[in-house]
């Protein structure tokens, strides 16, 4: 059975979709979990459904884009719990629909500070007591635009493969420290996000088809099978694993 019995958790983007269900059930798995987001309602939800299931959250808001406010969560962490953190989530991420013509460098500079940087800034400041614990799971959401080019998805793809060539050389710098560092590279999620723009698409029906049609299981992910990826990684059960871009696609890549 896997556990996080007194794990102590920061997941960002925790308000919504992937990052919810992934902070709901690391708090279900025994873990007690920061849910940091720049919704504060959003976070505060997130903070009511694991209370109102019996487990332990906090609320934190931070705009991971600022590197201040990126320290400040890390250092109110380590603070409340005796230099402690024992899994980071950089979950939190958005997207960008268009192509090199169509992409503007502040559209490029928006995903790079929230979707690079963020988790960038993150690691960074909580690396350090991980070290010195000797243990630790740092785990970022890239996404199957991480290992693959995307159509009309520019800016999305270069920061998706940035994270996940983070991800490998924090696992080659900090491998015998026993923290572990690993992406997951989700393929499309059944999240917020996603709902909206099928709503507002003109023919909903064939928008799903689209979205669905690439894998090979004919469908999206309900976000509490990224969350069970996650689960895995944030626990000793996956001890052997570091530098990993775990793909959860339902067979989107198989077939490229
Ligand atoms: N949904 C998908 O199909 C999909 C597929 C592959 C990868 N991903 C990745 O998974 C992650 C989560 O995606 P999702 O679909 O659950 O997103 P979502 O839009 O449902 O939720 C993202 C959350 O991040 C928060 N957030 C956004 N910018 C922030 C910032 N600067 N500081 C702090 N919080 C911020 C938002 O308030 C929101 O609560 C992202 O990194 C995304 O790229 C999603």
């Known amino acids: 059975m896997i556990h996080l019995t007194d794990k102590i958790a920061i997941?960002?983007?925790?308000?919504?979709?992937?990052?919810a269900a992934i902070a709901v059930c690391f708090a279900e798995a025994g873990a007690r979990v920061y849910v940091?987001?720049?919704?504060?309602?959003?976070?505060?939800?997130?903070?009511?459904?694991?209370?109102?299931?019996?487990?332990?959250?906090?609320?934190?808001?931070?705009?991971?884009?600022?590197?201040?406010?990126?320290?400040?969560?890390?250092?109110?962490v380590l603070l409340e719990n005796n230099q402690r953190c024992d899994v980071l989530v950089n979950n939190a991420g958005v997207g960008h629909v268009g192509t090199i013509l169509t992409t503007d460098p502040s559209d490029l500079e928006r995903?790079?500070?929230?979707?690079?940087?963020?988790?960038?800034?993150?690691?960074?400041?909580?690396?350090?007591?991980?070290?010195?614990?000797?243990?630790?799971?740092?785990i970022h959401l890239a996404s199957?635009?991480?290992?693959?080019?995307?159509?009309?998805r520019f800016a999305y793809t270069i920061t998706k493969h940035a994270v996940v060539g983070m991800t490998r050389a924090m696992a080659m710098d900090h491998g015998t420290t026993g923290v572990r560092i690993n992406c997951i590279?989700?393929?499309?999620?059944?999240?917020?996000f996603v709902a909206a723009r099928l709503r507002e698409?003109?023919?909903?029906?064939?928008?799903?088809?689209?979205?669905?049609?690439?894998?090979?299981?004919?469908?999206?992910a309900e976000p509490f099978e990224i969350a069970s990826a996650?689960?895995?990684?944030?626990?000793?059960?996956?001890?052997?694993?570091?530098?990993s871009a775990m793909v959860v696609d339902g067979g989107y890549t198989a077939g490229k």
């Not at 590279?185 to 917020?192: H, I, K, N």
């Open 11 to 19: 997941v960002t983007g925790a308000g919504s979709g992937i990052g």
């Open 36 to 76: 940091a987001d720049c919704n504060e309602i959003a976070a505060l939800e997130t903070v009511q459904t694991i209370e109102h299931k019996g487990g332990w959250a906090r609320s934190h808001l931070v705009d991971i884009a600022q590197h201040s406010a990126c320290d400040s969560l890390i250092q109110r």
């Open 111 to 138: 995903l790079w500070q929230i979707n690079l940087r963020g988790a960038y800034f993150l690691s960074r400041a909580v690396l350090p007591s991980m070290i010195a614990q000797q243990s630790g799971s740092i």
């Open 144 to 152: 199957i635009a991480g290992v693959m080019g995307m159509e009309a």
């Open 185 to 192: 590279c989700p393929g499309r999620v059944q999240t917020p």
């Open 201 to 220: 698409s003109p023919d909903p029906a064939e928008y799903l088809r689209q979205m669905e049609a690439p894998h090979a299981m004919k469908r999206m």
């Open 230 to 243: 996650a689960l895995y990684l944030a626990s000793d059960a996956s001890s052997f694993v570091t530098g």
